[in-house]
């Protein structure tokens, strides 16, 4: 079965400060990858995804960007953070048998401006 | 376009009654759909999924959903809340036919169990 891993679990970071955020998968080849963030008391907001490398689509746009450098690693940056990129932030993955449809989830990174 | 609408944000129910959380979708094509659990400073956890056959589905931790294309729901439900259900719940559809697009998701109700 897959694994997700992310990191930092915590990040506390000053506005205008630049951000990278880790995301990588085990267990599966070809995965399509997802960023989500949840601010506080708010749902998912899909911010990003990826069905392979290089190869990404974004939902919101804002001053976060994402990449795929390699199959099974997703990482979302800033180069200058802002009050409101605080949340909560989790990464997804769909195995790549395109059959199946359900997401697994990350065990997040709280990321907290100040 | 698909969509999910989870009725009520916030749900209290006692310990040992029954849980009922209401998952309401919109789809144009015969939709997968999915249950979620996210406790406290987690990510979120597959309970079940319905993609085809049988329309009443059996999940982790006792709970089960049934669908109703009819009524184009997905309740969720547990016969007896334990004080570890407290937990928020995210209801989502597959956003196409394709499978390659991402779940559409609900914006989740915050069960509550009250000893």
């Known amino acids: 079965s897959q694994t997700i891993h992310q990191w930092p679990a915590t990040l506390v970071q000053p506005v205008g400060s630049p951000l990278s955020l880790e995301c990588t998968v085990e267990?599966?080849?070809?995965?399509?990858l997802y960023w989500y963030r949840q601010a506080a008391g708010r749902g998912l907001q899909l911010l990003f995804y990826?069905?392979?490398?290089?190869?990404i689509s974004s939902e919101v746009p804002q001053n976060l960007s994402a990449s795929r450098p390699q199959d099974r690693q997703f990482i979302l940056s800033s180069k200058k953070l802002l009050l409101s990129d605080s949340g909560f932030y989790l990464c997804?993955?769909?195995?790549?048998?395109?059959?199946?449809?359900?997401?697994?989830f990350g065990p997040g990174t709280r990321l907290t401006v100040t | 376009a698909q969509s999910v609408t989870q009725l009520g944000s916030h749900v209290s129910v006692s310990e040992g009654a029954l849980v009922l959380l209401r998952c309401n979708y919109s789809?144009?094509?015969?939709?997968?759909l999915f249950w979620y659990v996210q406790y406290p400073n987690q990510g979120l956890q597959l309970l079940l999924k319905?993609?085809?056959?049988?329309?009443l589905v059996k999940g982790i931790n006792g709970f089960e959903a049934e669908f109703k294309k009819s009524e184009t729901s997905f309740h969720l439900t547990k016969p007896s809340a334990h004080m570890s259900d407290a937990a928020e719940y995210f209801c989502?559809?597959?956003?196409?036919?394709?499978?390659?697009?991402?779940?559409?998701f609900g914006k989740g109700t915050r069960l509550s169990v009250i000893a």
């Open positions: 789809s144009s094509v015969p939709p997968y």
């Open positions: 990826s069905v392979g490398i290089g190869q």
């Open positions: 989502a559809v597959s956003r196409y036919s394709s499978g390659n697009t991402p779940l559409v």
């Open positions: 997804a993955c769909k195995m790549g048998d395109r059959g199946r449809r359900e997401q697994y």
């Open positions: 267990g599966t080849s070809n995965p399509n």
């Open positions: 319905y993609t085809t056959g049988a329309t």
